[in-house]
């Protein structure tokens, strides 16, 4: 069985502090990851998923395979990327996408 | 273009009475999802929709909920016999097709009752 695991469920930093969000998964084949983001009464929606390697607002996340971790990074948080963060795995095998619990992220200014 | 959409947006109902919730997906998107969102549990996944089957229902909580999809669109969930710990957000997303693709959310219905 598929899992996503975010560790923290909140997580507090400073303006101008770097930010990791921590997610593990657990699935035996090739995972498409993504990582969802809900900013205060806005709808869920997609920051990135791993197979663009993009940088959207200044976040990243690496797939590392050997330690089953897609972990969503930026250098200097800011105040407007408070929000609920979301890691989901899409194995080929489901059509159900499988989503960690969230962690709130609060930056204060 | 037009994203997902859900109406109501908020819904109040008494403990017993049935509700029905709607959720218009993007045009040509042949997944379609519910999902239920409470406060410190995540996304609660309840039911997929690719067309009009609905191939996983594993997800819904019990017998008083069901779901349908026409036309290859529009899908309502229903609630029967309300109870107060349904009270929730309930969020319908669609994709193009199937789980590997970009899932595209509502804004939810959230659901009081009392």
């Known amino acids: 069985a598929q899992r996503v695991t975010q560790p923290e469920k909140l997580l507090s930093v400073f303006k101008g502090a770097p930010v990791e969000l921590k997610c593990n998964y657990s699935?035996?084949?090739?995972?498409?990851l993504f990582w969802y983001v809900q900013y205060s009464r806005q709808r869920l929606q997609l920051l990135l998923r791993?197979?663009s390697r993009e940088s959207i607002k200044g976040f990243t996340a690496d797939l590392n395979k050997g330690e089953t971790s897609f972990h969503l990074k930026k250098p200097f948080a800011q105040e407007e990327d408070s929000a609920m963060y979301y890691c989901?795995?899409?194995?080929?095998?489901?059509?159900?996408?499988?989503f960690g619990r969230g962690t709130s992220l609060i930056v204060h200014p | 273009g037009a994203g997902v959409s859900q109406s109501p947006s908020n819904k109040v109902t008494e403990k017993g009475k049935d509700v029905e919730l709607r959720c218009d997906p993007i045009?040509?998107?042949?997944?379609l999802y519910w999902y239920r969102q409470s406060l410190g549990q995540g996304l609660e996944f309840l039911i997929y929709?690719?067309?009009?089957?609905?191939?996983?229902k594993s997800g819904l909580p019990s017998d008083r909920f069901s779901a349908e999809r026409t036309g290859g669109s529009v899908s309502t969930l229903t609630i029967q016999r309300t109870q107060q710990e349904d009270s929730a957000v309930y969020l319908c997303?669609?994709?193009?097709?199937?789980?590997?693709?970009?899932?595209?959310f509502g804004p939810g219905t959230r659901l009081t009752v009392l």
């Open positions: 997303a669609s994709s193009r097709s199937g789980a590997a693709n970009t899932q595209y």
């Open positions: 699935y035996s084949g090739s995972p498409e």
């Open positions: 791993h197979i």
């Open positions: 989901a795995l899409a194995s080929g095998g489901s059509y159900i996408p499988t």
């Open positions: 045009s040509g998107h042949t997944a």
């Open positions: 929709f690719q067309g009009n089957s609905a191939p996983d």
